[in-house]
């Protein structure tokens, strides 16, 4: 259980912006401050979908109409329980970093939060710029009672997910233009009967809505080079039918069965699963080697 935690001299801040999201519907879309409050109505764009009651990674943007993402901001966060009898009281605080998106032109924060209950909950950020300017905005987020992909701490899903064996060519079941045969040599399944731990990344590189998987199965290929001798790496495709895309478009796409084993809402997907066949640690969107290597060096034996 998290202990609240009352608003103090900081917090009065995140209540402006958080005043506002107390008197909004019960739509969950992210309803940034008063534009008074928030300059050029800059508002949170939630980069994460699926937020469960325990520790959740919580990725977001702090967009402003006009010039973009705001970058390399001093961020704070609190949550607030929207549907309790104290919605104005802060239950956590926590610092989000900032990481800097794939090309370098925006970025995102992330931070750690642990929501105890489900429910409608509000989010308020005080962020300083890096030109000394502050700002605060709020927005509204729902969190599920259990999340749709597997939880830390459960089993992952034996999924008899393709391999090399599977396809004359790699091409037949990856859209990675420059595929890594190490990626596809075990299916998950047999990745989780082998006494070693596990890295699986959900991805289309070719087809990324969000143009980070490319991105992300370069620093998986990194990753794999450099632990290989210790665990399992994988690359699931999303698409279940590469060849006949490339004939007639994605109009003719299939997912994956996995895609629905791991309840994946969205793409890309990284997991972190120990010897164990224990999901360890999960990354929806883009994440870093850095931010990795942590899971990794708690997995490794």
Known sequence: MIKPICLGPLPVAFAVAFAVIIACSGDSTPTPAPESETPAATRITL???DLAVGENRVVFALIRPGTGSIKDAQVDVQTFFLSGSTPNQAVQTAS????TWPGGTSGVYRTKLDFDRAGEWGL???ATLPDGSSMNVGAKIEVKQTSSTPAIGSPAPRSESKSASDADMLTDISTDPSPDPDLYRITISEALDDPEPL???FATPAYCRTATCGPQMNIVKELKDKYADRMNFIHVEVYDNPAEIREQGLAAARTVPA???WGLPSEPWTFVVDDGGI????YEGFVNSDELEIAISEVLP
């Open 96 to 99: 989000a970093a900032f990481q």
């Open 47 to 49: 980069a994460s979908t």
């Open 199 to 201: 890295l699986v990344t």
């Open 124 to 126: 308020g950020v005080v």
């Open 279 to 282: 999901v360890h640690a999960k």
């Open 259 to 261: 895609l629905a084993e």
